[in-house]
């Protein structure tokens, strides 16, 4: 029993270790380090247009490859980060930033899981205050005279529903 909880440690361990390979290749790293940093830092928080839910920076296609070497290109030329990111996001439009900006027409994105949640804990909280009225053991409320005829209405008179 122990060597077999051993062996899964050892494993789970040696699996946890292993970092994920990074798509960028040797070629396409800028020789400057500090620029390759930022470019790093800006292709991490991209969107790959064909993977969709990967950075530029872990993906292989060929777009994600593109998209690394423009970045590149732009802050060698000089471009400052977000004018990097405002380039991309001018030429592909907001979906190619991983996390949206807080602007007025991202703010039900931003603004929608908690309004969820609150729903949520709403609803949950009457659910519990019925429950709670219902198991307190309370005598019903009486039938009010309109809800007596309708209720005379629907049976024979003699308790049993009318045919």
Known sequence: MFRKALVI????LALAAVSPALAVQPDEMLKDPALEQRARDISQHLRCLVCQNQSIDDSDAGLAKDLRLLVR???EKGDTNSEVVDFLVS???EFVLLKPRFEWHTALLWIAPGLVLLAGAIGFGVMLHRRRDLSSGGAPRPLTE?????????TDGGGRPAA
């Open 91 to 93: 030429r592909y439009g």
């Open 146 to 154: 309109a809800e007596k005829k309708k209720l005379a209405a629907l």
């Open 73 to 75: 290109e732009r802050l």
């Open 9 to 12: 440690t050892t494993a789970v």
